[in-house]
């Protein structure tokens, strides 16, 4: 739960997209609910930390967990690229920020600062630290629940406003069960957001995936282990860039009306109806994680009463909320209204909204990569086909230029407009494995 200063808190703003009017006997409404947070750093892709003066930004606390199995050894440079990966991190740590450095294998251990403590970042304890990232050697097995639990342990020690995880692995999370993992990010849920990094090509995509999904933060592959510092720094950034933590969606609705889902759309497609925690009668807030100078789109899908021509209803409110410490939740002040109008006017009643059709064509696109992949693995060869030329279909269509070059290492393009595709012979492992890390990225409606 956060408990912040006003000061760090940005400014939000909620703006609703859809068409509100529905035929005679319609029920279902869709609206895409951008939220906007403006306050300090740089909102787009390329994501900068705010600029603070010493001691001024907003409390944080970070644990770095890295790899440290036996098959980090497999080349070498990989444990040494991982080993300047976590120093340029920890060059990237803002003065006064809580940090430590563990080191994942059947077991957890704490590298730095030890003893169950977090350090705090000035010139003397990043030093340290990169002097200690050398004690840093392959070995062992693959347990990253156990590294999970420490980093919350060690995370929940300091009184701060964000809590964040970086955590690397190279391999699959094959020393302990997927219920004891599972059961580790139901606990850490909530508690600290987590990204989490592929490197090589020997992990498991759905595992990382799942881990940064469960804890709300990012999943990438860094399939040259070359490429890690420029990446850790990257995501060092953009934890100090946070300034708020635990928003939550909430989402108002009438009697009579149902919540079909709740997603995000935007940067990436995340399934969130099934996190509802209620929050009054007939709310329910949905997390979001933290937040920094950004913009996120939400697609949400109401079932509404029948109702007759001419009625209109208010289907849904949107607000943003962040829960504090004695239970009751601080409102951040913007709101948005889905509203549902019924009309006779077929041109008005049957026009889907721009944005909500362009969402709607962006998740039907992850789900067709992923299925396509799956069937690929599976040996069916033509359902793979089918899906992935699908896929190409409908990346080409939205100008989802980054997904389309992804498939095309992956297939062979015939007509991107008619997706007819051919299955490559061979591929790339690193490419398949890139392409499904990735699967879930959007573009954003041009509005």
Not at 235 to 252: H, I, N, P, S, Y
Request: one cysteine or more.
């Amino acid at each position: 739960m956060a408990n912040f200063a006003k000061s760090h808190v940005p400014q939000f703003s909620v703006d609703v997209y859809q068409n509100e009017y529905l035929p005679e006997g319609g029920r279902e409404v869709n609206a895409v609910v951008t939220v906007t947070a403006t306050g300090g750093g740089t909102i787009g892709s390329a994501v900068a930390a705010p600029v603070y003066a010493p001691g001024h930004g907003p409390s944080a606390a970070v644990a770095i967990m890295v790899d440290c199995s036996g098959s980090m050894d497999y080349p070498p440079t990989k444990m040494r690229n991982a080993r300047d990966a976590t120093a340029a991190a920890i060059d990237t740590l803002r003065d006064g920020t809580h940090f430590a450095v563990i080191g994942g294998t059947h077991v957890a251990k704490e590298v730095y600062p030890g003893s169950g403590r977090l350090a705090v970042a000035d010139a003397r304890t990043r030093e340290e630290a990169k002097q200690a990232l050398r004690r840093l050697s392959a070995g062992g097995g693959t347990a990253i629940g156990t590294w999970l639990r420490l980093a919350d342990r060690l995370l929940s020690s300091a009184d701060v406003a964000i809590r964040h995880g970086i955590l690397l692995t190279d391999g699959r999370n094959e020393h302990e069960s997927p219920e004891d993992l599972r059961a580790a990010l139901d606990s850490c849920a909530g508690r600290f957001t987590c990204d989490a990094r592929g490197v090589g090509t020997d992990w498991e995509v759905k595992e990382v995936t799942g881990i940064a999904s469960a804890l709300l933060g990012t999943a990438d592959i860094v399939a040259d282990p070359a490429g890690l510092a420029a990446d850790f720094t990257q995501m060092m950034e953009a934890a100090m860039g946070k300034e708020v933590a635990d928003v939550a969606l909430r989402v108002w609705t009438p009697v009579g009306t149902t919540i079909r889902f709740v997603k995000q759309v935007a940067p990436t497609v995340e399934e969130l109806t099934g996190r509802r925690t209620e929050a009054g009668p007939r709310a329910g807030d949905y997390p979001t994680g933290s937040w920094g100078d950004e913009s996120r789109d939400y697609h949400l899908c109401v079932e509404v009463p029948a109702a007759g021509l001419g009625q209109e209803m208010l289907a849904a409110r949107v607000s943003l909320v962040v829960p504090q410490l004695d239970g009751t939740a601080q409102n951040l002040g913007a709101q948005g209204l889905v509203r549902a109008v019924w009309t006779d006017d077929m041109t008005a009643s049957t026009s889907i909204n721009p944005q909500v059709a362009h969402y709607t064509g962006q998740a039907e696109l992850a789900q067709a990569i992923q299925q396509g992949l799956d069937l690929r693995k599976a040996g069916d060869f033509d359902g793979a086909t089918a899906k992935l030329g699908r896929a190409v279909q409908l990346a080409s269509a939205s100008g989802n230029a980054d997904t389309a070059k992804l498939l095309a290492k992956v297939v062979d393009v015939v007509d991107a407009a008619t997706g007819t595709v051919r299955l490559k012979a061979k591929v790339a492992e690193a490419d398949e494995m890139t392409l499904e890390t990735r699967s879930t990225k959007t573009v954003r409606v041009k509005k």
